[in-house]
Every structure is written in structure tokens, then in C-alpha cells.
């Protein structure tokens, strides 16, 4: 089977998540500017910011693990729906952990989610890994190493959870911080690569162009 059917279910469920997470939000009574100050309305705005956030880097980091393969085999299915199913949880567990952040159930339920969606991630990129090239897989695997680090963060979130209910909110705003500066800190890395890379092969093509004159 080739990606594009996996690729076009996935990216419709994250589609289908964050309209469900916009009709969450609650509108304001009336029209007053003190309504934004309102507890309620505050409480709702983190929960769909937060959830935006984390499904939004899920689905940057599944659009990075598939990128690399054309067809997909059965064990990829299903790794792809377990990753997929716990993701479907986020916006669930995120009202509740914001409505209740002093319930210690919330928040270690909360901080399970999201771990499990982290291990399902691994494991998909884990098996994808196999069938790409040894450039694309030492790629994955460095990712993967990343997200062992994002686990073990969540764990001691979740933790922590049973003593303080808000350290699993905590500890994933804490990998969110470091997902998003290591991201951007290897983005600029192939930026350079690339700047490089074409550099010297604009300067190739000119010491050719000397010898033929």
C-alpha cells in the first residue's frame, strides 16, 4: 500500500481534532471586555492552546517520520493507528486537566497521555527506520533519541503528578520549549548545509568553466 491513504487519514483526524477543539471553546455572555478576564473563559482559551500546541507538534513529527518511505506495510498500520488513537485522547485529557488542576487524577492521566503518545510515535519512527536508506535512518534515530529524552521529561512529570497535580503540565511545556528550540536549531543546521552544499558546486561548475577556456 503506498503512504498517500495512511498520510490522508492521519492528517483528516487532525483536521477533524482541532475543529473539535475550536467548537470547544466557549464563547463569552455578553459582549463586555471584562468577560475575557472571566476565570472560565481563560481556563478554556489554555486548554485549546495548549492542545493546539501538542497536536500540532504530533502532527509535524508524524509528517517527519513518513516522509522518507512510499509504501507502507501492515506493522506501519497499525503502529500508526495505536499513535494515532492515544493523540485523539490529548484535547479530552487537556479540558479536564485545565477544569480540575488541582485533581490529581486529571493531571496524572493527563501526563500518561501524553507520554503514551510520545512512545507510540517511537515506536512508529522505531520500525519506519528499517526501511529507509543509512542517511534517513541515522536522521530517525537522532529524532528518536530526542523523544527518549521528551519521555523520560514526561515520566518525572507524571511522577509528580500524584504529589503535585500541575508538575505534568509543567514538564510538557517544558519538552515543548525543548522541541521547538532543538527544531529550530537543526532547521538552521540544513539551512547552512544546503548554503554550503550548493556553494561548492556553484564553485565546481566555475573551475570547470576556467579549464574548458
Known sequence: ????????????????????MVLQLRQPVTGNWNELLRPEFIDTLIAYGLSF????????????????????????????LRAIFS??????????????SHSKAAGVVYGFIYLWSLYS???LAGHVSKLVDDEHQLQIRAYNKTRLRMMAIALMGTGLSFIYPSASS??????????????????REKK???????????HLSQQGD???D
Open 1 to 20: 500500500m503506498t503512504k498517500n491513504r495512511l498520510e490522508n487519514f492521519s492528517d483528516g483526524v487532525f483536521s477533524i481534532l482541532i475543529t473539535i
Open 121 to 123: 510515535l517511537y515506536n
Open 210 to 212: 576556467n579549464e574548458n
Open 170 to 187: 509543567w514538564s510538557v511545556l517544558v519538552i515543548w520549549i525543548f522541541w521547538t528550540s532543538l527544531a529550530s536549531s537543526r532547521w
Open 53 to 80: 500546541m501538542l497536536i500540532g507538534s504530533f502532527w509535524i513529527s508524524h509528517h517527519q517520520i513518513m516522509a522518507n518511505i512510499s509504501n507502507v506495510d501492515r506493522t506501519i498500520l497499525s503502529q500508526n
Open 192 to 202: 547552512a548545509a544546503s548554503r554550503i552544499k550548493k556553494n561548492e558546486q556553484a
Open 87 to 100: 493523540i485523539t485522547m490529548v484535547p479530552f485529557v487537556t479540558e479536564w486537566h485545565s477544569n480540575f
